[in-house]
């Protein structure tokens, strides 16, 4: 039940008033440009979900809402994102999914509290936000959106696949919607430059062999532009780095060229050689050309694998679990059974699909966090299941950004307006045939490129500049296999 009757259109403070079902508005304050709302859901019994919704005058509202995801495993609002919108005219929602701090300590012994991270919270986000919405503006929004990356794409898509009636049009950027999977990556990633400690690739050379693999696939293409414009498709050798005299930062030992043929490779069952999860792409080494971030930032360089936790506190619930244990063919069928909730691959998206749903999902090619190919296998497991990727494009299209880190940054035009892009194609019925992206150097714009929906590339005019999207057409690529 909620009660509206004593509400008056445009008055903040009366929200407190609001009554909803498991959940409570502790506080609607106006502030210069805006009514900030926070409530408080308890769902279920250990289930503590902050909720925050930003409203704009009544004059100056869009008709729009717009649900935010977050990043890693933080219970951190996307302030950023939220303001944009806010900016924009968008009523718009955010939450702590239901725990505070960015470790994953909050889930061991607490697997309410796992559901709520894995898919519940921005589920009761959403539902809180719209009877928010609507009691400060009298109805409901005409569209309501979703927009996240990383985590919150992930989030994107769980939306999607579970409760394909919250919302109209999804954004899904660079997935970690294969949760579980993901995780084993980072972790057969880690134990490949751990094999013994000749096989470690100090962060420091990263910069080096990022060079050339730009160096031998820039091309590739057609064009020499520093961006490689699909890593499958080039079969760059480590063996090429091998140390000739001194080891130094610019070539690799022979134990570094097997670690590093295994990342390209990805983790697979020993038992069975099935593949278990997708290889970090060739060129994403050290986008950034720094001896920071890139591999480094999840295990290159690093006492133990990113996300360990995730395997002492949630699958094996020992704080003094070891990763070299780890057994890549039983453990990863337990914790598959075990993660499920935290996990959002069902390719079914039917029930989204006939309600008249859009969905926008993007990958950088040079993501080192989320490895593109696994958005490519998810979009395709879709295509499948929906009779074809054809069928799939009417309501459901990947962009792929060469050169893109995660979420952005990277040598490559990183960005673009997707938002826009998924407004375009909900509220006019245009769907989207490209997209924007641009590259700023020093705040300026040195290159835009087209986002062509996947399997299309953007392939250069033969004339024109490469710096200049209007160079390009997205043409229909030979697939790869």
């Not at 453990?331 to 008249?356: C, E, H, I, S, T």
């Not at 993007?362 to 054809?390: N, Q």
């Not at 459901?396 to 892009?421: E, I, K, Q, S, T």
Request: charged letters at 20%; proline letters at 8%; aromatic letters at 10%.
């Amino acid at each position: 039940m909620i009660w509206l009757a004593a509400f008056v259109v445009g008055s903040c403070g009366s929200l407190t008033s609001l009554i909803i079902p498991n959940t409570s508005v502790t506080s609607a304050v106006s502030e210069a440009t805006f009514c900030r709302v926070q409530a408080l859901a308890h769902p279920v019994e250990d289930s503590e979900i902050r909720v925050e919704v930003w409203l704009p005058p009544p004059d100056q509202w869009n008709g729009r809402f717009l649900g935010t995801g977050n990043g890693g495993y933080s219970g951190a609002l996307s302030t950023g994102p939220m303001q944009s919108a806010l900016n924009s005219g968008y009523a718009v929602a955010g939450s702590d999914t239901g725990h505070q701090g960015g470790d994953l300590k909050f889930g061991a012994g607490h697997p309410e509290k796992i559901i709520d991270w894995g898919y519940r919270a921005v589920h009761v986000m959403t539902e809180t936000a719209k009877l928010v919405v609507r009691a400060y503006y009298g109805r409901f929004p005409d569209y309501s959106y979703f927009q996240g990356c990383s985590t919150g794409g992930h989030q994107a898509l769980s939306e999607a696949q579970r409760f394909p009636a919250d919302y109209d049009g999804i954004v899904a950027g660079a997935p970690g919607n294969n949760r579980v999977r993901l995780n084993v990556g980072f972790l057969w990633s880690w134990l490949a430059l751990h094999a013994d400690a000749a096989s470690d690739v100090p962060p420091v050379k990263l910069p080096a062999l990022n060079r050339a693999v730009i160096a031998a696939c820039d091309a590739i293409d057609g064009i020499k532009d520093g961006l490689i414009a699909d890593p499958r498709r080039c079969t760059f050798d480590p063996q090429s780095m091998l140390c000739s005299g001194p080891d130094d930062d610019s070539c690799l030992t022979a134990p570094q060229v097997e670690a590093v043929r295994k990342i390209y490779k990805g983790a697979v069952n020993p038992r069975t050689g099935e593949r278990l999860f997708a290889g970090w792409p060739r060129g994403s080494e050290s986008p950034s050309q720094t001896p920071v971030g890139g591999w480094a930032a999840y295990f290159a360089g690093r006492p133990a694998p990113a996300r360990v936790e995730f395997w002492r506190l949630w699958v094996f619930n020992d704080p003094t679990w070891e990763p070299t244990s780890f057994d890549f063919d039983r453990d990863v069928v337990y914790a598959d059974a075990k993660m499920a909730a935290v996990a959002a691959n069902d390719p079914d998206l039917a029930a989204f699909k006939k309600r008249g749903g859009r969905l926008l999902m993007y990958h950088g090619w040079a993501d080192p966090v989320s490895p593109p190919e696994d958005g490519i296998r998810y979009y395709e497991s879709v295509g499948r299941a929906m009779g074809g990727i054809e069928k799939t494009a009417d309501f459901f299209r990947l962009f792929l950004a060469p050169g893109m880190d995660h979420c952005g940054g990277g040598p490559g035009p990183n960005m673009f307006d997707a938002l826009g892009a998924l407004d375009q194609w909900v509220s006019a019925g245009v769907a989207p045939g490209k997209i924007i992206a641009t590259h700023l150097t020093e705040g300026n714009i040195d290159r835009t490129r087209p986002l062509c929906p996947y399997p299309q590339v953007a392939r250069w005019k033969g004339t024109g500049s490469t710096d200049d999207a209007d160079s390009f057409v997205c043409a229909a690529e030979t697939p790869v296999r």
